[in-house]
Nanobody, 116 residues
Framework: QVQIEESGGGLVQPGGSLKLSCTFS????????MGWWRQFPGKQRELVAT???????NYGDSVKGRVTISRDSAGNTIYLQMDNLKREDTAVYYC??????????WGQGTQVTVSS
């Protein structure tokens, strides 16, 4: 079993920055990617950013240029640096582990609220 724990969410003013962290605990092997997705109320989850096992990175169109995903080579931790946040970025952000031949594993989510 893999445990996923997100942190770093909270309230930030428009134009501000926030950094999310996600730690994966337990045994992890043969994964395809790790990443972040977000969900607006009443909407489907959408891609924010993923980082592949080989280091390749993909960003969602709505956040490209304003977020940076990274992975700590020292452990099973990924980060999401968010800058120039907008009110429309308000959502629950989920940390996701895409395993090779198993269903994706999802964290419980962390709320990000951008408001003045």
């Amino acid at each position: 079993q893999v445990q996923i724990e997100e942190s770093g969410g909270g309230l930030v003013q428009p134009g501000g920055s926030l950094k999310l962290s996600c730690t994966f605990s337990g045994t992890i092997s043969d994964f395809d990617a790790m990443g972040w997705w977000r969900q607006f109320p009443g909407k489907q989850r959408e891609l924010v950013a993923t980082i592949q096992k080989d280091g390749g990175i993909n960003y969602g169109d709505s956040v490209k240029g304003r977020v940076t995903i990274s992975r700590d080579s020292a452990g099973n931790t990924i980060y999401l640096q968010m800058d120039n946040l907008k009110r429309e970025d308000t959502a629950v952000y989920y940390c996701v582990l895409d395993l090779w031949d198993e269903p994706d594993r999802w964290g419980q989510g962390t709320q990000v609220t951008v408001s003045s």
